[in-house]
């Protein structure tokens, strides 16, 4: 059976609700994924899952192999990735326990290993990345999130920061200026090498909390993160469920 679509969990997504799920040690020539895939029926569909940060969130976002977990996933037969991203709300209509589909991007981010033509004597691959999420893919989330009754946010623009370390006010009031209405670590080089391995790639963007300086931030706890996430991830499986059918 074909894998009808593979997901990526973020912080605070570590499993997915899957039914005969089995689990897949996966060696790719960029290395080892973040942590053993997860495949299973959803929905009566073949679901493929990873955790991003590592199934005990062990990796940090500038040490995440992104190349190897995006490898894997191909290797096994996934053509269409979801990637659930952990964000902080910049704008007012990214609120915390929001979920989004953001249609933009900007990287902030430095020194990951961000191409499949890093080794000498591999293609240069210049992929156009006008549209960094795949349209249609972004339309089918949309659609299933309306078949399920969840609230989506449609389009937005997502700043991937460097991280570990969360952002300044300074950061973030120069992230709005330049049109970024979510902030996260991990969206890039992901979306980049989705697009070069031609993946077609979206985000559900889960907004954990405010980030600096916007709304009613004050200091940023992982505790307030991971309640928001769990309240605002509440309806996923079913949704991405949907997705996997559609």
């Not at 605070?12 to 039914?19: S, V």
């Not at 209509?93 to 991007?105: E, G, V």
């Not at 920061?161 to 300074?170: F, N, S, V």
Request: glycine letters at 10%; aromatic letters at 6%.
């Amino acid at each position: 059976m074909d894998i009808a679509l593979a997901v990526i969990g973020g912080t605070g997504i570590y499993d997915l609700a899957l039914e005969q799920a089995e689990t897949r040690q996966i060696d790719t020539p960029y290395g080892t994924p973040s942590g053993a895939l997860r495949i299973g029926l959803l929905n009566g569909n073949r679901v493929a899952f990873l955790a991003r940060h590592g199934e005990m969130h062990s990796l940090p976002p500038h040490k995440i192999n992104y190349r190897a977990n995006l490898a894997a996933l191909k290797q096994i037969g996934a053509s269409r990735i979801l990637a659930l991203n952990t964000v902080g709300g910049i704008t007012e209509h990214f609120a915390p326990r929001t979920l989004a589909c953001p249609d933009q991007l900007i990287d902030y981010t430095w020194g990951r290993t961000s191409t499949f033509s890093e080794e000498p004597g591999t293609e240069v691959l210049h992929v156009d990345f006008s549209h960094p999420y795949s349209p249609l893919l972004r339309h089918k989330v949309l659609a299933a999130a309306r078949v399920v009754g969840a609230d989506v946010v449609d389009g937005g623009c997502y700043g991937a920061t460097q991280g570990p370390r969360l952002e300044t006010i300074a950061e973030i009031r120069r992230m709005h200026r330049d049109g970024c209405d979510l902030v996260g670590m991990t969206g890039m080089p992901e979306a980049g090498l989705a697009r070069e391995l031609k993946l077609d790639y979206a985000c559900l963007a889960i907004i954990a909390n405010w980030a600096a300086g916007c709304g009613d931030a004050q200091e940023i706890t992982l505790n307030e993160v991971l309640d928001n996430v769990a309240a605002a991830s509440a309806g996923l499986p079913e949704l991405i469920g949907e997705l996997a059918r559609s």
